[in-house]
Each structure stands twice: as C-alpha cells, then as structure tokens.
C-alpha cells in the first residue's frame, strides 16, 4: 500500500486531509442519497434546506451556508435546471434575484428530512462515536472507520428512526428539529 503522505505530514497538512476527507463524506453520502432515488449530490441539500426555512438571494444563501459564492451560483442553476427552485428578480430590486423551492423542491426537502438525513446524521454519529485523542488521531480514526464501512453503507443499513434528529430545522415553526 502507499504511503499516505498527507497523513503523515500531520498538522502541516490538515487542511488538505480535513478536505479531503468532507470531500470522502460528500461522495459516500451521495452515493447513498443516489440508491436511495435522490439523483442529486450531497452538497446540493444545504442549499435547498436553507431555502426551506426561506427564500433567499444567492449572496444570503452563501453567507448562512458559509461558502463562496460563485459555488452557490453553479448549485442554484443546476437545481433551477431541474425544476426543483425558482430564481426571480425582487420587487423591490431588480439586481436583486430571489430563490425558492418549487412544489417539488419542498417535496424533495420534505422526503430528504424524514428518509434520508436522519440515516446519514445516525451513520455519521455512529463512525465518529467514541473517537479519542488528538485531532489527527480522530480524523485518522474516522478514516479507518470509513474504510472499514463506508458511510453509504452504514446509512443504508440504519432504518429510519423518530430517535434520529434530522440535521436542520424544518420550516414549520414549532415542529421538532436540530437546527
């Protein structure tokens, strides 16, 4: 096997190993959001669960979900691509161009927070569980965990379970969620 040089490099590198890893989750998390009929990636929820609490302008959505803007940009328009948002110049400003979900969207949204986050919230507590020790040692834990079970699997093989909090708020006030 390989040496994994960005593992041993340690802190000098924890940036790249940090990424690489969400980048790991993200690919496990799409492949088990894919199986399970949502052929659409992880990264794309943030976007529309944020939209589920409110519409919001690209540059808001960027600012609650703390990433660049042109990324939100590319999502918005895939997601407005497959009719699951609408994208529409504000009343007040023109400049101005508001997103929110479509029926379908929120349906989406709806579906993801009672099938799927829960599963992917209990599969990513469940690799994360127990770990000790310093961070390099956790994420080196986690790492060895998901090569063990990759978090598709773990997710696939969790049923779905009212003790499993869904990871954001649902947009009805007063009903239950982890915002």
């Known amino acids: 096997m390989a040496e994994d040089l960005v593992a041993r490099l340690g802190h000098l590198t924890l940036g790249s190993r940090l990424k690489r890893l969400g980048e790991r989750l993200q690919s496990e998390t799409s492949r088990f959001i894919r199986a399970e009929g949502a052929d659409i990636p992880a990264s794309w929820f943030p976007v529309l669960a944020s939209l589920d609490r409110a519409p919001a302008s690209v540059g808001e959505l960027a600012e609650q979900l703390g990433v660049a803007q042109p990324g939100v940009t590319r999502t918005v328009t895939s997601l407005a691509d497959l009719g699951l948002v609408t994208v529409a110049a504000d009343g007040d400003d023109r400049r101005r161009r508001t997103v929110a979900l479509t029926a379908a969207g929120a349906a989406l949204v709806e579906r993801a927070r009672r ?53 954001v708020a649902p947009a009805t006030p007063g009903a239950e969620g982890v915002s």
Do not use: N
């Open 115 to 167: 099938d799927l986050w829960p599963r992917i919230d209990a599969a990513v507590a469940e690799a994360c569980g127990g770990l000790e020790g310093s961070l390099l040692e956790q994420v080196a834990g986690l790492e060895r965990r998901l090569d063990d079970r990759p978090l598709d699997r773990r997710a696939a093989e969790l049923a779905t379970t009212a003790e499993h909090a869904a990871p």
